[in-house]
């Protein structure tokens, strides 16, 4: 079945990097554009970053542009997002999504990042 599995996430100081993954398997990861999506304690969802399906266009969030890079390995059927120097803000469960016709159809679980000194 589609699935989609986030991981990488942690605890880590202010001004560190992270790098999540986002394994996918049951479709073929290399025609779907893929997002990523965070959700901040006691907030709504906020949009992070979008990649299309070859790799070849993205864009990003202000509050996280110039900040976070988002790539993918369409060999590898994953997604990745580089997270430099985090703040504090940056706090919170990371999901990716698959994007299918303007809609987000598939979502992992979500994986945690905290930033915090």
């Known amino acids: 079945q589609v699935q989609l599995v986030e991981s990488g996430g942690g605890l880590v100081q202010p001004g560190g990097s992270l790098r999540l993954s986002c394994a996918a398997s049951?479709?073929?990861?290399?025609?779907?554009?893929m997002v990523w999506v965070r959700q901040a304690p006691g907030k709504g969802l906020e949009w992070v970053s979008v990649?299309?399906?070859?790799?070849?266009?993205?864009s990003y969030g202000d509050s996280v542009k110039g900040r976070f890079t988002i790539s993918r390995d369409n060999a590898k059927n994953t997604l990745y997002l580089q997270m430099n120097s985090l703040k504090p803000e940056d706090t919170a469960v990371y999901y990716c999504a698959r994007g299918n016709s303007g809609y987000l159809d598939c979502w992992g679980q979500g994986t945690q990042v905290t930033v915090s000194s």
């Open positions: 990649i299309n399906s070859s790799g070849g266009s993205t």
């Open positions: 049951g479709f073929t990861f290399s025609t779907y554009g």
